[in-house]
């Protein structure tokens, strides 16, 4: 199963793009969304990831106040609204999709997590 991550590219600090994730084909209306990322020398870490039902969220302390998760199950995508970007932001983006825990809820680890996408290259300059 394949994630289709987008929205990446060499940005501003301070832009504001929006990164996609779909699942061509498949639904994941039925699978909690999580959004990781993983800069150069250092480990995957997790950015945020919103419930099945869209009424459960989770945001990094890095990223809260800047980044909001969304999803749209008409189109059968999640997004993240990224704002503010920050040098520190520059990484490999991932979404991953889940389930078997509560539609309310998602989970921070990636660990958790059953589908990838390849990854979209975000670079901040100032």
């Known amino acids: 199963v394949q994630l289709q991550a987008s929205g990446g590219g060499l940005m501003q600090a301070g832009g504001s793009p929006r990164h996609s994730c779909a699942r061509a084909?498949?639904?994941?209306?039925?699978?909690?969304i999580g959004w990781f990322r993983q800069a150069p020398g250092k480990e995957r870490e997790g950015v945020s990831c919103?419930?099945?039902?869209?009424?459960?969220?989770y945001y990094a302390d890095s990223v809260k106040g800047r980044f909001a998760m969304s999803r749209d199950k008409a189109k059968n995508t999640a997004y993240l609204q990224l704002s503010g970007l920050k040098g520190e932001d520059t990484a490999l983006h991932y979404c991953a999709a889940g389930s078997g825990w509560s539609v309310h809820s998602c989970r921070r680890s990636w660990t958790d997590y059953h589908y990838w996408g390849q990854g979209t290259e975000v670079t901040v300059s100032s």
């Open positions: 084909g498949h639904a994941v209306i039925d699978h909690a």
């Open positions: 919103i419930s099945s039902r869209g009424d459960g969220t």
